[in-house]
């Protein structure tokens, strides 16, 4: 992996490129055109150097990837220890990581794929443990509860990104469950449906479901609870 291998020896020419000015590269052409666009060919290109010069500084694709996703890691802002109030440290951690994801929409699904275990990643993972500490839970239900809590965030900027870009999907869906709920066939979804009341703003939506699921990663494990 790429944290294995050292930056630089240290002898020879100063190097002209380095990880960070590659990977910010990178990310300029993901947040412009999406992922599959991003190749070492144009990476190359839009620092003015050759292709195979940049093999290197990362000598493959999935280490590029890696670079990418602990360059967009860098962007949380934490503090030097937490506050001590577990949801405020965790509900604030979560609108960082969503300030994240919507600046650079190829993320989510990268880090569903790929997770991000760099040295700004560590961090990040590094905090939320700490800022879990007052739950008393032990650090492997920790390192689960991140996992949920990141997952949630990474799917709910996955549901924006599909409801930005395919309105006139969303308006068949509405349409297809309408037509479902009102058939007799699902009468839960029909009083779902009766009771939802009008679209909820997203971060009013995002706010109210991380409740929920703080409520649930901080909540102690069955097998740990007294009769």
Request: glycine letters at 8%; charged letters at 20%; aromatic letters at 8%.
């Amino acid at each position: 992996m790429i944290w294995l291998r050292p930056e630089r020896t240290g002898r020879g020419p100063r190097p002209a490129h380095s990880r960070d000015s590659i990977a910010a590269a990178a990310i300029g052409i993901a947040d412009a055109e999406g992922l599959d666009a991003v190749s070492m060919r144009r990476v190359a290109a839009a620092l003015g150097a050759g292709t195979m010069s940049l093999y290197n500084y990362v000598p493959k694709k999935e280490h590029l990837l890696d670079l990418m996703l602990d360059a967009a890691a860098a962007e949380y802002r934490l503090p030097a220890e937490p506050s001590g109030d577990v949801r405020a440290d965790l509900t604030e951690l979560a609108h960082q990581q969503l300030a994240i994801f919507r600046r650079h929409p190829w993320v989510p699904a990268l880090v569903l794929a790929r997770p991000g275990i760099g040295p700004n990643a560590l961090r990040y993972t590094d905090h939320f443990l700490a800022a879990t500490a007052p739950t008393g839970l032990d650090g492997g239900t920790r390192m689960e509860a991140m996992a949920l809590f990141n997952g949630f965030v990474c799917q709910f900027a996955q549901y924006e990104q599909t409801a930005a870009a395919g309105a006139k999907w969303q308006a068949e869906l509405a349409g297809y469950l309408g037509r479902a709920a009102m058939s007799g066939d699902y009468p839960h979804l029909a009083q779902a449906f009766a009771t939802a009341g009008p679209p909820a703003d997203p971060d009013k939506a995002f706010d109210r479901t991380l409740h929920r699921v703080l409520s649930a990663v901080l909540a102690p494990a069955e097998e740990d609870r007294g009769p």
